[in-house]
């Protein structure tokens, strides 16, 4: 029931704090242990390469998963487009590991891949939030998100809470393969300091209503940009945006556009930056005053670390591998408030369907 909203996506956006806290209390005991079951940190530890394989949002999940894997844990992790899997197949290592992202776990282009995954006879884990999904049942392990169901064909709840569950089971794993680093890892502080966070910019909404209504009115595309993480963050920023307001969007690496794309950039173009990490704050910014010389409008979304006293959105701390849990918030609310300001339905944007049960 979306009760006194009008519209699901924005209760499912408002939802994301409380899916946090909830992964914490579902996954995370009081003295700070991980509950998750041996055998599948067992099973992962023992795999030379993590292959994460998802679509769409769930993808774009995978590549903050990336990080979190590769920076905590220290075992290399590959992100896949399931539909891209079956014909360019990576040369596999030795042991592989696979994880499925999937919200509804019935996405058939991931469906098809775990088919051969257990034809090879390779692990698995499911990370959905669909209890006995297809998914859930053909993988060796599921993992379950919590988030309550998601009604909005554009994902929000599901892509915060795939993320934070990533965060908890790369801690686990540190944990059981003895990673000296990853006891400076504070998981259940870090959900929490996120949950606040986006308490803190949902409570704003209006701000970021009044920020769409200026930037995205009439504008026919537009490009977000971020480095690093910030450009895992911007690709899922930009999708929100078109699946929803069909404004034409891309989420750009901010350095690769001098290569071709700043072509594309005329007076008012709208160009939103993304900028959680001080390793590439200052490149994204001097970026965004390149395209701004040939006309863009600029906004900047900014951690409060790196921020600029003109960044018209400042995002709460939280460390940098987490950053997509505050980054998205304002990006969410952006892509609602240009949809409906067209006049748009928001919850059911034309040609998409929930899940995408054919390949
Ligand atoms: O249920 P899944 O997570 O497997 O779905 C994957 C994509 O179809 C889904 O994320 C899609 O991209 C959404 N429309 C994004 O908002």
Redesign the pocket.
């Known amino acids: 029931q979306k009760g006194a909203y009008p519209y699901y996506m924005l209760k499912e956006i408002d939802e994301q704090p409380g899916v946090m806290r909830n992964l914490i209390k579902e996954y995370i005991a009081a003295d700070g242990s991980i509950k998750i079951d041996q055998d599948l940190l067992k099973e992962m530890s023992a795999a030379d390469r993590l292959y994460i394989v998802?679509?769409?949002?769930?993808?774009?999940a995978g590549l903050v998963g990336k990080e979190l894997f590769e920076k905590l844990v220290k075992v290399p992790t590959e992100v896949h487009v399931?539909s891209e899997f079956g014909y360019n197949t990576p040369l596999l290592s030795k042991k592989p590991f696979f994880i499925?992202?999937?919200?509804?776990?019935?996405?058939a282009?991931?469906r098809q891949v775990l088919a051969q995954v257990n034809k090879d006879g390779y692990p698995s884990l499911t990370i959905?939030?669909?209890m006995n999904s297809t998914?859930s049942r053909e993988a060796t392990y599921t993992l379950l998100l919590y988030a309550g169901p998601e009604i909005?064909?554009?994902?929000?709840k599901?892509?915060t809470g795939?993320i934070a569950l990533e965060a908890i089971l790369a801690k686990a794993l540190g944990v059981h393969n003895n990673v000296p680093t990853i006891k400076d890892f504070d998981v259940a502080g870090e959900l929490t300091k996120a949950a606040n966070g986006m308490q803190e910019l949902v409570d704003e909404k209006s701000e970021i209503e009044k920020i769409a209504a200026a930037l995205l009115k009439d504008t026919r595309n537009a490009f977000y940009i971020g480095r690093a993480m910030d450009y895992a963050i911007v690709q899922e920023a930009a999708?929100?945006l078109k699946?929803?307001s069909y404004i034409q969007t891309e989420g750009f690496a901010s350095g690769e556009l001098k290569h071709g794309t700043i072509a594309l950039i005329q007076e008012n173009t709208p160009v939103i930056a993304i900028i959680t990490d001080k390793r590439t704050a200052a490149h994204t910014r001097s970026n965004a005053q390149e395209v701004k010389a040939r006309g863009a409008n600029i906004l900047y979304i900014a951690s409060r670390e790196v921020a600029t006293p003109t960044d018209q959105i400042v995002l709460p701390e939280i460390t940098p591998l987490l950053s997509a849990l505050v980054a998205i918030v304002p990006a969410q609310l952006l892509a609602y408030y240009a949809s409906i300001q067209r006049g748009y339905d928001v919850d059911k944007?034309r040609n998409?369907?929930?899940?995408?049960t054919v390949e």
């Open positions: 998802a679509a769409g949002t769930s993808y774009h399931a499925f992202l999937t919200q509804s776990g019935e996405t282009d991931s959905t939030n669909v998914l909005a064909v554009a994902s929000t599901a892509y795939q999708l929100k699946e929803v944007p998409l369907a929930k899940s995408v």
